[in-house]
């Protein structure tokens, strides 16, 4: 089914690990973004990319990498994990603009 | 920059009752406006949303919401809600041309209540 699919679907990690959530859409979206969303705070955005080999910063970047070297996967690193990264993370995709975003199931990340 | 405000944290509604989300944006310049409806424990789906053109934009599941540029508001509207519109709503905003950042609001919970 076309989509946009995140794994891995729950994490528990450990204060100052690292990992990298997944993210891939098959509907050859040029526009992906990660978003985090917590309880209050609707979703902030992290990085977003307007197509393989470019990304930027949202407003929340501290903490987290991504890279887009294909069209269809955009991960997301954690680098050193914290508990104030503890939060629900999605990753949406779009074809343009005015399109609206398709998302991602999320991924719900605890870091203790 | 744009930002977005939904003025109701939690709406709680009876059955068949019709409900209103409301959306207030600030934005200088021409935005595209969004609605997205999140269901516990699952990602965003898109509702409706304007571009351009009439200002009355209708959306599935019998959603539709109305532009007002003067009040810069985009609010959500349902003349009959269901059990099942139990769920979150979040408003979105973006300028238009190019690709712009996308900024949501901070979501409302609608509760009906059977």
């Known amino acids: 089914n076309a989509g946009v699919t995140q794994t891995p679907k729950f994490q528990v990690l450990k204060t100052g690990q690292s990992m990298t959530l997944q993210c891939a859409q098959d509907m050859n979206h040029e526009y992906m973004s990660w978003y985090r969303q917590d309880p209050g705070m609707g979703l902030r955005l992290i990085h977003y990319?307007?197509?393989?080999?470019?990304?930027d910063q949202g407003e929340v970047p501290n903490g987290y990498n991504v890279s887009r070297s294909t069209t269809e996967d955009f991960p997301l690193r954690l680098l050193s994990a914290a508990p104030s990264q503890t939060s629900v993370y999605f990753c949406?995709?779009?074809?343009?603009?005015?399109?609206?975003?398709?998302f991602g199931s999320g991924t719900r990340l605890t870091v203790v | 920059a744009q930002s977005v405000t939904q003025l109701d944290s939690q709406v709680p509604v009876f059955e068949e009752a019709p409900v209103e989300l409301r959306c207030n944006y600030s934005s200088s310049v021409s935005v595209y406006l969004f609605w997205y409806v999140q269901y516990p424990n699952q990602g965003l789906q898109l509702l409706l949303k304007?571009?351009?053109?009439?200002?009355l934009v209708k959306g599935i599941n019998g959603f539709e919401a109305e532009f007002n540029k003067s009040q810069t508001s985009f609010h959500l509207r349902k003349p009959s809600v269901h059990i099942s519109d139990t769920a979150e709503y979040f408003c979105a905003v973006t300028f238009s041309g190019g690709y712009q950042k996308v900024t949501f609001g901070t979501g409302t919970k609608l509760q009906v209540i059977p």
């Open positions: 990319s307007v197509g393989a080999g470019i990304t």
């Open positions: 304007y571009l351009s053109g009439s200002t």
């Open positions: 949406a995709s779009s074809y343009g603009q005015g399109s609206g975003y398709t």
